[in-house]
């Protein structure tokens, strides 16, 4: 189809409705391509946001903002930013979205997200968090099996989570049965 548009073009042979029917059918094709980058982030953005609801941590991460760490760049910080601007926490706590460099740079927050292009970090990441009540996200296939609490993945087209029990208990996280019945237990 693209190489029908190009010839066309360098021929001059286009009409108004050639060029029109081309012009949507390459609107189409991006359209279909890039939902699933900006999508996925979305909605994974959405999934945390519930999880909220239905992870309880302890009461020493019950106070102040409820902080949220993107460990590197990811397009989902973005969401996370836009997301944080209309919802709270438990009806009072305003979510605080802070992106991160370094592992060096974790400290006590409720959610650290870790994006598919630092997941061959993880181990570091999870020695440096080691018990401390902060839910693990990940996105990268494998990492719920490597100690990530949370990890995204693509099941049948669509995006479902792993979640690892073992790991939650470690970081004396309380998790009910309606989020591990949604999940994809490990």
């Not at 309880?56 to 996370?80: C, H, K, R, T």
Request: glycine fraction near 4%; include cysteine.
């Amino acid at each position: 189809m693209i190489e029908r548009i190009f010839a066309c073009l360098s021929k001059k042979l286009y009409t108004y409705r050639s060029m029109k029917r081309s012009l949507l059918t390459l609107l189409l094709v991006a359209a279909a391509i890039a939902p699933g980058f900006s999508q996925t982030h979305k909605f994974q953005s959405v999934f945390m946001f519930s999880f909220t609801r239905y992870v309880q941590w302890p009461d020493a991460y019950n106070q102040g903002d409820f902080e949220i760490m993107v460990l590197g760049d990811s397009p989902i910080l973005d969401e996370l930013k836009t997301m944080s601007q209309t919802k709270k926490v438990s009806g009072d706590r305003s979510i605080k979205v802070t992106k991160i460099g370094a592992i060096s740079e974790i400290k006590k927050c409720n959610i650290l997200y870790i994006p598919a292009s630092k997941s061959s970090q993880i181990e570091n990441i999870l020695a440096k968090v080691s018990n401390q009540s902060i839910l693990i996200v990940t996105e990268e296939a494998g990492l719920g099996a490597k100690g990530s609490n949370i990890n995204f993945i693509v099941k049948d087209g669509k995006l479902a989570f792993e979640l690892n029990q073992a790991s939650i208990a470690k970081q004396n996280l309380k998790i009910s049965n309606e989020l591990s019945r949604l999940a994809i237990m490990i």
